[in-house]
């Protein structure tokens, strides 16, 4: 889908775009691209530009013959029957959507070793083991977050939920989200799990982490009555718990998930669990590069584009803009500026 701005009014198709402004003092060509609600194909090339929109269970496996690609949801996809998570690399923004595990037997978790980012995502239903049994670490997103001994800033998880899945302890070693936290630099913060273990509870079972060897974690939380338990896991400082207990009503209570984001990301369902909120990316970025664009050194361009009179960028000299954080369940102004400043003594037609 386009829209197409002639620097007075935008257009799509024969009728009126809505909800964006006009462009004001605007270089040649600049249109807005969004991913299409109606879309039910792959679409992008694994780029974090154009990340792979995913639509279909077939379209998972990439997950794992691309595992340092960039990955977006574009609809809840159900996971085939028996899934074994790959180690991953990449990125993966749920977009507020929910991989269906319901009825799958999973090995080691959605992922195997993440050293990579994983936003924005749920995980329903499903049982997940590994073949190693209580030797073997896992959980519903990965079996471990963070390469042993890596210090990468990546390795992240944040804003996800598993609910309604099951987890086969198999007596230890074992988290509603992840079995273990490695790297140093690895980061796990606002989320939640209300999951089922089977199998003893040990040291290294919790309701979010079984064990928690390095890195940093904060406001997570996990249905005890749904778990059987209290425990938090294992973890090697009080300054990283392994999650906050809570009740099923608890856990329905907006007011239990501190510094969760319920503007932006997050919202609350009445007499559930929360949810994640759907957006859908946009990307802005010239149809042409203007002939002044290489041709005069001395002008400078800036571009910047404000949401609602909110500043989200401003850069120079830029071919493209890329916003995750658009939710088509509002209304939200877009007004994008572009203008050219001449620095030098030569004359410039900033109208081209």
């Given at each position: 889908m386009r829209i197409t701005w002639n620097g007075d009014d935008a257009s799509w198709g024969d009728a009126p775009a809505h909800a964006f402004s006009s462009i004001v003092l605007l270089p040649t060509g600049?249109?807005?691209?969004?991913?299409?609600?109606?879309?039910?194909?792959?679409?992008?090339?694994?780029?974090?530009?154009?990340?792979?929109?995913?639509?279909?269970?077939?379209?998972?496996?990439?997950?794992?013959?691309?595992?340092?690609?960039?990955?977006?949801?574009?609809?809840?996809?159900?996971l085939p029957s028996t899934w074994k998570g790959a180690d991953f690399d990449g990125s993966f923004d749920g977009n507020g959507f929910r991989i269906i595990a319901t009825g799958s037997m999973v090995e080691d978790g959605l992922f195997g070793m993440v050293n990579g980012r994983i936003t924005r995502l749920g995980i329903v239903g499903g049982t997940f083991y590994s073949a190693s049994g209580g030797d073997g670490?896992?959980?519903?997103?990965c079996r471990q977050l963070g390469f042993s001994f890596s210090d990468r800033l990546y390795a992240t998880i944040e804003n996800c939920y598993a609910r309604g899945c099951t987890i086969e302890t198999g007596g230890d070693r074992a988290g509603g989200l992840i079995g273990i936290q490695m790297s140093v630099t690895s980061q796990l913060h606002r989320s939640y799990a209300a999951c089922e273990r089977i199998g003893v509870v040990g040291t290294r079972v919790g309701g979010i982490r079984?064990?928690?060897?390095?890195g940093a974690s904060s406001f997570l939380y996990f249905n005890s009555d749904t778990w059987g338990s209290t425990a938090v896991g294992q973890h090697s400082t009080s300054s990283a718990p392994g999650g906050f207990?809570?009740?099923?009503?608890?856990?329905?209570?907006?007011?239990?998930?501190?510094?969760?984001?319920?503007?932006?990301?997050?919202?609350?369902?009445?007499?559930?669990?929360?949810?994640?909120?759907?957006?859908?990316?946009?990307?802005?970025e010239w149809d042409e590069v203007p002939g002044w664009w290489d041709d005069y050194d001395a002008i400078h361009v800036v571009y910047e584009v404000r949401?609602?009179?909110?500043?989200?960028?401003?850069?120079?000299?830029?071919?493209?803009?890329?916003?995750?954080?658009?939710?088509?369940?509002q209304t939200y102004l877009y007004e994008v500026r572009a203008r050219l400043y001449v620095v030098s003594?030569?004359?410039?037609?900033?109208?081209?």
């Open positions: 600049l249109s807005l691209h969004y991913t299409d609600p109606e879309e039910s194909s792959l679409i992008g090339n694994g780029t974090i530009g154009s990340p792979y929109v995913l639509f279909s269970t077939s379209d998972l496996s990439l997950l794992q013959s691309e595992p340092d690609a960039h990955f977006v949801l574009g609809t809840d996809i159900a670490y896992k959980g519903t997103l079984g064990f928690r060897d390095r207990p809570r009740t099923t009503s608890e856990m329905y209570q907006q007011d239990t998930y501190d510094t969760f984001d319920f503007e932006m990301t997050w919202r609350a369902v009445l007499g559930n669990y929360p949810d994640i909120r759907q957006r859908r990316a946009i990307r802005i949401r609602n009179g909110r500043l989200l960028v401003k850069r120079h000299q830029i071919n493209n803009y890329y916003d995750s954080h658009v939710d088509f369940t003594d030569q004359l410039v037609d900033a109208s081209v």
